[in-house]
């Protein structure tokens, strides 16, 4: 089966290059008509002569190659596939020889005029200048017909679902920071030396444990290399974002990049489309073996002199382990493409399923670092950077806020930042969040407050981002009688919970449908949050997600270590049953599921035929959300399906509806899987059998 497989995709490769020649041959076969009927304008002379040598030269490499596509051409595709009478490069040597062969025709024909008379000389001009201008017009003619064909390559490269925000420099990831200058200097030339060695292994892997900083060297790097022209592709991985939390995008998202950066590219990877239009539904083999392993085969050797690096961060934020595996197996394959340079850049946390995957791998491929073998002078160094230049611009900004109260000269002291360092390393995001929260209001006496709570161990024993976060979220929430306390978590638990657990962000609107919470009241339990949540303060960017930081935030919440000595610990399995049932809710809300959800008013519609402003207006994001992921949280909360139970009673009215606007949504074929999962739960007694 497998050799049927290469056997017919070589088979595609020589039929598509066949076609390509005979189209450059008839091409040729045009120019040579028009140079045929200059010549005969022309006396005979030595020039001449040389002139005619030459045409009759190109004519006949064009009759020869012709002669040779018809014979291949006609035989049977059992025949073509066999033996392999056809090799995409002859297709190069092709082009290249009819360069080579117009290039001396033309400077034949430049030479005619050099042995006439005045007369003659004057009548050659003019003949000259009609060549030119048919020669300008069938360029003209070949230049709309190579229009015409990237026309087709790139409608076929709308065909390639890419998983968006993904990118390094996407919208989504605009504000996420960068190394500051004069950080991880040493760590940041070992990467690039290897990118540079031309006996560097494939694969180099930088692993850390979270918070030490690998997604702002990923981001620094990435935009280091883009300016240099050597960035390949990049892909943030990202839990708690649908389309960045798993692989499924994965190799068409890098497909897509590489196109832009890899001369004949994208015809390669538009034609693998073109023959299978689902292709980016297919599994991760077949993507990264007809997006990205048979296209970087088939491009010309050497179009890329400097070798390309394709950045994956957060590589344990996929969620499944299978994939990681995978992926890792594929990526190592690329060592053995030598039509182009590559490498591969990989960060993620010390996780098992990574682990395995490179184990399993030869050592030749793959380089490892561990950041935290990194020496800690170095890092203490570079967070102390980091605190003294986010500090001056915190004092800078207050006093140009507060003209008449400033801070005091002195702050915010020798002493107070040696301590922040203390309790911030090894971990950047320890000092990220200190420094946002320090910003938000009243710096002097914040920074007061997290050096006193954070050195408090009478209560809770706190190590790691535990001893940052907690003592934030006292303050926050901090109120004058254990009544209010109280609400206040509840409050918290009631919005952090499913914020930190959806599947996808959602903006404060949505979220305020979603969780039958007036947006007012989510507006006022966020406010205090900036310092851990990425919360949209423009009221144009009503529509921006609420969005985690850092997903050490999450981590810390639902650590069960925290469960009975921390007031914010959150349940995972308790909010997920909540989001379910909030998801049932909202979509059994009257008219908010129904027939022809989007008012087409004709049935047989297809969906590619109305827009998606249409569908958007339709379908309101929280009921997106909640088509989309209501299995989804159930399978991870308490399980169990009964007759007449809410779930019951749901699909007895609605199930047909929620296809529908699954179907709208392009996400039909994930019904599948979930009345699957359904079907996992459902108890069934004797007494419902009678």
């Known amino acids: 089966m497998l050799t049927m497989l290469q056997v017919t995709t070589s088979e595609s490769r020589q039929m598509a290059a066949l076609l390509t020649g005979m189209s450059m041959a008839m091409c040729m076969a045009n120019r040579l008509h028009v140079y045929v009927l200059y010549l005969q304008r022309l006396p005979p002379t030595l020039a001449t002569e040389n002139f005619e040598s030459a045409l009759i030269q190109v004519y006949t490499q064009d009759l020869r190659f012709l002669a040779s596509a018809l014979e291949i051409y006609q035989k049977s595709t059992a025949t073509r596939m066999w033996q392999a009478l056809w090799q995409p490069s002859t297709l190069n040597e092709f082009e290249s020889l009819c360069d080579k062969l117009g290039s001396r025709a033309e400077i034949e024909a430049s030479n005619c005029d050099r042995e006439m008379s005045a007369q003659r000389w004057e009548d050659a001009k003019q003949w000259k200048g009609d060549l030119e201008q048919a020669l300008r017009k069938l360029d003209d003619i070949q230049g709309m017909g190579n229009a015409i064909a990237d026309l087709h390559v790139k409608t076929d490269l709308t065909k390639l679902t890419i998983a968006h925000g993904a990118v390094y420099n996407s919208y989504a990831e605009e504000h996420s920071a960068q190394c500051l200058k004069g950080t991880r200097t040493q760590l940041l030339h070992q990467i690039g030396e290897w990118t540079q060695d031309p006996a560097g292994k494939c694969i180099f892997w930088l692993c850390g444990m979270a918070g030490t900083g690998k997604s702002t060297i990923s981001r620094t790097f990435s935009n280091t290399l883009d300016k240099q022209g050597r960035l390949g592709a990049s892909f943030f991985f990202k839990r708690g974002e649908r389309q960045r939390s798993n692989a499924s995008l994965f190799f068409p998202t890098i497909a897509r990049q590489l196109a832009d950066v890899i001369p004949g590219l994208k015809a390669s990877i538009a034609q693998a489309l073109d023959a299978d239009s689902q292709l980016c539904e297919r599994n991760l083999q077949e993507q990264f073996e007809k997006l990205v392993s048979q296209p970087l085969l088939d491009v010309a050797h050497g179009h890329i002199s400097s070798t390309l690096v394709i950045i994956i961060d957060a590589l344990d934020e996929c969620e499944r382990s299978a994939d990681i595996s995978t992926v890792l197996m594929l990526l190592a394959r690329l060592e053995s493409i030598v039509t182009t340079r590559l490498r591969v850049f990989v960060t993620s946390r010390p996780e098992l399923p990574i682990q395995l995957g490179f184990r399993t791998m030869s050592g030749d491929l793959h380089r490892d670092v561990r950041l935290e073998e990194v020496q800690v002078t170095t890092i203490q160094h570079d967070i102390d950077t980091y605190f003294r230049h986010r500090l001056k611009e915190i004092k800078q900004e207050d006093m140009s806020v507060h003209l008449y109260d400033p801070l005091p000269a002195e702050w915010p002291g020798e002493h107070n930042i040696e301590a922040l360092v203390d309790l911030a390393v090894p971990l950047f995001i320890a000092a990220f969040t200190i420094c946002r929260y320090i910003y938000e209001k009243d710096p002097q006496n914040r920074l007061q407050t997290i050096l006193q709570q954070s050195g408090q161990t009478g209560q809770v024993s706190l190590t790691g981002l535990d001893k940052i976060y907690l003592p934030i979220l006292d303050q926050i929430i901090c109120e004058s009688d254990a009544q209010s306390r109280n609400q206040a978590v509840e409050d ?168 529908e606007v699954l179907s709208w949504l392009g996400r039909l074929s994930e019904a599948i899987k979930c009345v699957s999962d359904l079907r996992q739960v459902v108890h069934v007694s004797f007494h419902d059998l009678r």
């Open 492 to 659: 918290f638990r009631e919005l952090v919970g499913p914020i930190i657990l959806l599947a996808d962000p959602l903006s404060i609107p949505a979220l305020s449908t979603l969780l039958a919470i007036p947006v007012r009241e989510v507006v006022g339990r966020l406010k205090h949050l900036h310092s851990v949540l990425s919360i949209p303060a423009d009221p144009a960017d009503r529509d921006v997600p609420v969005r985690l930081l850092h997903l050490s935030f999450r981590d810390v919440l639902v650590d069960t270590r925290i469960k009975d000595k921390h007031r914010f610990w959150i349940d995972e399995v308790r909010v997920h049953t909540r989001l379910a049932a909030d998801c049932l809710r909202r979509l059994s809300a009257p008219g908010m599921l129904k027939q022809d959800v989007c008012d087409v008013n004709q049935p047989g519609t297809q969906r590619l035929h109305v827009s998606k402003v249409r569908v958007a207006r339709s379908i309101s994001p929280d009921v997106a959300y909640a088509c989309c992921y209501w299995v989804w949280h159930l399978m991870r909360g308490e399980k169990g399906l009964h007759d007449r139970g809410h779930v019951h009673l749901f699909l007895l009215e609605h199930f047909l509806h929620w296809l």
